[in-house]
């Protein structure tokens, strides 16, 4: 099990089904039900993967009279994109030097090609 903060993210965001529920509670607060509606699980497997975000910070689970609502914890999302975000410069700036190239390269060809006529 992941010690820090942002390996337990990158863990529990590693399966597809919890990053849908996920993305089903950025819309709001959600039932245990309404969370594993579009899935084709038990419902002890839904709780499993809810137990993992919660466990890491993602989601908190609440009770109001009958209802367990489901809330997103963005915090640890905002961690894991700052230290995407390194990695987007890195490759933002190696696809800018690419396009130097290349118009360099195009350059040359066109002052090739009036030298041929």
């Given amino acids: 099990?992941?010690?820090d903060q942002l390996s337990a993210t990158f863990s529990a965001l590693a399966d597809p089904t919890r990053r849908a529920m996920l993305?089903?509670?950025s819309k709001g607060d959600a039932s245990v039900q309404e969370l594993a509606k579009p899935?084709?699980?038990s419902l002890p497997a839904i709780t499993k993967h809810l137990k993992?975000?919660?466990r890491c910070g993602l989601i908190v689970r609440?009770?109001?009279a009958q209802w367990r609502p489901c809330h997103l914890k963005a915090d640890p999302l905002k961690e894991a994109n700052l230290w995407m975000e390194h990695y987007?410069?890195?490759w933002e700036e190696s696809f800018?030097?690419?396009d130097d190239y290349l118009k360099e390269l195009q350059k040359k060809e066109k002052k090739n090609?009036?030298?041929k006529k």
């Fill in 113 to 115: 090609d009036r030298h």
């Fill in 96 to 98: 800018d030097r690419l």
């Fill in 88 to 90: 987007r410069r890195f």
């Fill in 62 to 64: 609440s009770r109001d």
């Fill in 39 to 41: 899935f084709d699980m």
């Fill in 1 to 3: 099990m992941p010690t």
């Fill in 23 to 25: 993305a089903r509670l």
């Fill in 52 to 54: 993992v975000l919660e």
